[in-house]
């Protein structure tokens, strides 16, 4: 049979980059027959452990310096709080996010901070930070978390306890996180948990935009991904379609604002717009910010509930708090001053993040050659992680009892305290790049999570004892968070479970 000329020509100009390919392998040593690699390789851990993260948790739990290195992926990975101060605080230059993380992301994010080192960074850095610490958006950011969870996320709950239905929480959660953060962010209502309307355009192709970016991350070679890209095929040809539809859109949205005018509005981007010009610009900055604060706010209420719904003890005392604070009325979400005397909350929501963290590892690029607190020595180049899931699981930080869920560790005279050094629980990073939504996810994780549980009795359908992860960049429970939703109804000033 012929060979169609158009596969001949595509198979002459894969030549080059097949050579450079086989020649950036060999160099790199992908090949390695040590244990570790061989059982990374083969994947011979699934054997004896659930997710990665479990097993790079036991390696790292049996390395003395807690840092272990993973050859094929000329991969440095550390527990060690020490070092994660110095990659993230003490050595922050040598240490940027780098070339092969802004590849990844790059077609999606563009130049947004999420994805940029450097100048560009600190601008964007200091423009957000400038607004993220303005009371007025603190204030409408408690506004939009009010508004979500009793106009729509309430309601939704209410009409599925009614039927005994099985509900699939973490889907519930990461609609309601893309609805709140496209608020926040750019004054756009996707309706994500509007389960009548189809899924917007925009939500349908930001999921499949990030999505196939992140599992760009897990191909061994990032050659591969730029073949496909290059020739615009298959999940590459998909990836660009999402990531255009996400762009016009985005697009439109600041044109119109433009158009109509943004000085009177309050979302993120209608107060960059009056520091920048630049639509494209605009654009990404937005992006990183949906991107940032979706699926981790998702992901952290999904493992928060899942361990609630395993430990009543810890539901009956966040209850209790709650009625001394609040009182015994359901209606209306607390004030945002009354939420900050919910100690065993805050508590219990900073414990569920310490082992469930949304972001279980996070990795920079070693700029020069370089020596970590512990004395491990990283090649300029390798890819250096820290990781807080098995950093929340290190006995010499958190004592013997670190993979019990007692929200009580974090508690002194029943006041939340944190003198912990910030390193040994970086689960929102730290150092100079520390996350910025910090204070704003904590007030809408804690919003969500009183509002549910004084309202309704959350009963898991399944119930392994240990969840299974998706790969990706934000930790995902695989089957999703299936539960019964029971309502409570209150008698006197006692809330009870509905008979
Ligand atoms: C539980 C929820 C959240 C967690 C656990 C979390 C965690 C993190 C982590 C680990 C990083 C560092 C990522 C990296 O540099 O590779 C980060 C950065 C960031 N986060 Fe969050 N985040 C959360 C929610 C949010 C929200 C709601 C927003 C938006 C309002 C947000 C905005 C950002 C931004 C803009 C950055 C980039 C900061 C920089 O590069 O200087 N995050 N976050």
């Not at 094929?72 to 780098?98: C, H, Q, R, S, W």
């Not at 073949?227 to 660009?240: C, M, T």
């Not at 009625?323 to 414990?351: D, R």
């Not at 690029?365 to 180049?381: I, T, Y």
Request: charge should be positive; proline fraction near 4%; include cysteine.
């Amino acid at each position: 049979m012929e060979s169609s000329p158009s596969w001949f020509l595509i198979f002459s100009l894969s030549l080059p980059i097949i050579t450079v390919l086989i020649i950036r392998l060999v160099r790199k040593r992908v090949y390695c027959n040590c244990e570790i690699c061989q059982a990374y390789v083969e994947s011979g851990w699934t054997k004896h452990f659930p997710n990665l993260c479990d097993w790079y948790t036991h390696l790292l739990k049996n390395s003395p310096t807690r840092t272990v290195h993973i050859h094929v992926l000329n991969n440095t990975i550390t527990a060690n709080p020490d070092n994660v101060e110095y990659m993230l605080k003490t050595n922050f230059d040598n240490f940027p996010k780098g070339k092969p993380f802004s590849a990844i992301l790059g077609d999606f994010l563009g130049r947004g901070i999420f994805n940029v080192d450097g100048d560009s960074w600190r601008f964007q850095r200091k423009m957000a930070s400038l607004e993220l610490g303005r009371v007025s958006i603190r204030a409408y950011a408690f506004e939009i978390g009010h508004q979500e969870i009793s106009r729509r996320l309430l309601p939704l709950l209410e009409s599925v306890s009614a039927k005994n239905e099985i509900l699939d929480l973490q889907d519930v959660f990461r609609r309601f996180s893309f609805d709140s953060i496209c608020r926040f962010s750019f004054g756009l209502d996707p309706k994500c948990l509007e389960l009548s309307l189809p899924l917007s355009k925009f939500a349908v192709s930001f999921d499949l935009a990030s999505k196939l970016s992140a599992e760009r991350a897990m191909i061994a070679s990032p050659l591969m991904w730029k073949i496909k890209r290059l020739f615009n095929v298959g999940s590459e040809k998909k990836l660009r379609q999402a990531i255009k539809i996400t762009h016009i859109l985005a697009q439109e949205v600041i044109r119109q604002r433009r158009k109509f005018g943004f000085s009177d509005q309050k979302d993120l981007l209608s107060r960059f717009m009056s520091s920048i010009s630049d639509e494209t610009y605009l654009r990404d900055i937005i992006i990183s910010f949906l991107l940032a604060g979706r699926d981790t706010v998702a992901s952290a209420l999904t493992s928060f509930f899942w361990l609630v719904a395993r430990h009543p003890e810890v539901e009956a005392a966040i209850l209790f708090e709650a009625e001394k604070i609040i009182g015994p009325n359901q209606e209306g979400l607390t004030s945002y001053k009354q939420m900050q005397k919910l100690h065993y909350l805050h508590a219990s929501v900073y414990e569920s993040m310490r082992l469930y963290p949304p972001i279980q590892f996070d990795s920079k690029f070693c700029l020069d050659d370089d020596v970590l607190a512990d004395g491990s020595f990283v090649k300029r180049g390798t890819r250096v992680t820290y990781h807080p899931y098995a950093m929340g699981r290190m006995e010499e930080i958190w004592g013997k009892d670190c993979l019990e869920f007692k929200p009580e560790r974090w508690l002194r005279d029943g006041v939340f305290f944190h003198d912990q050094n910030p390193f040994q629980y970086p689960v929102f990073q730290g150092g100079l790049r520390i996350c910025l939504g910090k204070e704003m996810a904590l007030m809408e994780l804690k919003s969500v999570a009183i509002s549910l549980l004084r309202r309704f009795r959350i009963e898991l359908a399944q119930s392994e004892h240990v969840p299974r992860f998706s790969p990706g960049l934000t930790a995902t429970f695989r089957d999703g968070l299936r539960v019964f939703v029971h309502a409570r109804r209150v008698i006197s000033s006692k809330v009870t479970d509905e008979i």
